[in-house]
């Protein structure tokens, strides 16, 4: 985490950070979401780079999953929010991921 934050000049929110301890990648709620660590394709540090060469992603944003329109978060902004998705804002990165758990629990009923 300190690696990301360094690289891309951002603060990571505590939300993110605490759900990091426990989830690392991988599909949930219908979305693709990229790795934290970095021995894993594609990485969060590794899209938001290369985003930022190609399209010129402005700094403040990272992306957090695929397709790269559902999932990114404003690091300008957040002081723990500032989440963007298909569903719509959430103040905290926490709150997203608890829709996501919902919908994930709804999916396997």
Not at 2 to 19: A, N, V
Request: one cysteine or more; hydrophobic letters at 40%; aromatic letters at 12%.
């Amino acid at each position: 985490m300190d690696d990301i934050e360094k690289t891309l000049g951002i603060r990571l929110p505590e939300t993110f950070r605490d759900i990091c301890v426990f989830y690392s990648s991988g599909f949930l709620g219908g979305i693709s979401h990229f790795a934290i660590p970095g021995d894993c394709e594609p990485y969060i540090k590794g899209e938001t780079l290369r985003l930022r060469g190609s399209i010129g992603l402005p700094s403040r944003f990272i992306v957090l999953a695929e397709p790269l329109e559902s999932l990114w978060m404003d690091a300008a902004n957040w002081a723990d929010r500032a989440l963007a998705s298909p569903a719509g804002a959430r103040k905290t990165y926490g709150a997203f991921f608890e829709v996501l758990l919902t919908e994930e629990e709804e999916e396997r009923r």
